[in-house]
């Protein structure tokens, strides 16, 4: 198109110059179909009178021609602009992607490391459990209920900093920052390397507790909470896989 415009642009002009130097001397040199230009005055009047409307028709055209061109260019340009923003902003989602990505993985680890350090706690806290519920009023050890109470409540608060810091993990993983193969990772990683130790725990209830879907203590609430808030978002990860996978017509 550029191309083509500059082209018409020279040929008008080419044109105009040329009608500017032969009209006057063809107008003037004899008469066409009876009429006469030797009589109409000054030469000069005759030129400017002849060549002024086709140079300022040719000026016109030139203007025209130039700011279709100038218009082309700024469409270009803004093409050009809208695309690099395009990039700068992919760019910026992938850097923000691939840091929010990288923080929610060590949070990950970390509660992994805490799940491995605290073994004990998943696999001693129902044997509290049920000596606090069931057998503390009957001990007359003060010794013993010092000891029972001390440990019980540090598996209490080990089972509440674990909990906070899994609500951490799974908030950051429900944000849109994330794409959909590293929501499915990470929750894989969190099922594998805390949620099975709370699985082997709630067997470990369920040994111990005859009544425990009845009548649940506190920390199997908890437990159960966590347990079925990943299953939960597990389900809807998978559903949106499927849908992804669905072909439309």
């Not at 799974?170 to 849109?176: P, T």
Request: hydrophobic letters at 40%.
């Amino acid at each position: 198109m550029r191309k083509s415009n500059t082209t018409w642009a020279f040929l008008t002009i080419g044109l105009g110059a040329v009608l500017a130097c032969i009209l006057p001397w063809a107008l003037t040199s004899r008469s066409w179909f009876g009429i006469s230009f030797h009589d109409t005055g000054p030469v000069g009047d005759t030129i400017g009178g002849i060549a002024g409307p086709v140079l300022n028709f040719a000026g016109l055209l030139v203007i025209y021609f130039s700011l279709r061109e100038q218009l082309a260019a700024n469409y270009l340009q803004r093409e050009e602009l809208d695309e690099q923003k395009k990039q700068i902003e992919a760019e910026q989602k992938d850097s923000q992607n691939e840091k929010y990505f990288e923080l929610t993985y060590k949070l990950v680890e970390k509660l992994a490391d805490a799940a491995h350090r605290n073994e004990a706690v998943f696999a001693e806290v129902a044997q509290h459990d049920y000596w606090w519920n069931y057998e503390h009023n009957l001990s007359t050890d003060n010794k013993e209920h010092e000891e029972a109470d001390r440990k019980w409540l540090s598996y209490v608060w080990r089972i509440g900093d674990m909990h906070n810091l899994f609500s951490l993990v799974v908030n950051r993983m429900e944000s849109e920052i994330l794409a959909l193969d590293q929501k499915q990772l990470l929750a894989s990683l969190v099922d594998l390397q805390y949620i099975s130790k709370l699985n082997e725990c709630r067997i470990a209830y369920q040994g111990l507790f005859k009544d425990v879907e009845q009548n649940r203590p506190d920390q199997l609430v908890l437990i159960d909470e966590q347990r079925e808030r990943l299953f939960t978002y597990e389900q809807s990860l998978q559903d949106r896989i499927n849908e992804e996978a669905i072909p439309f017509g």
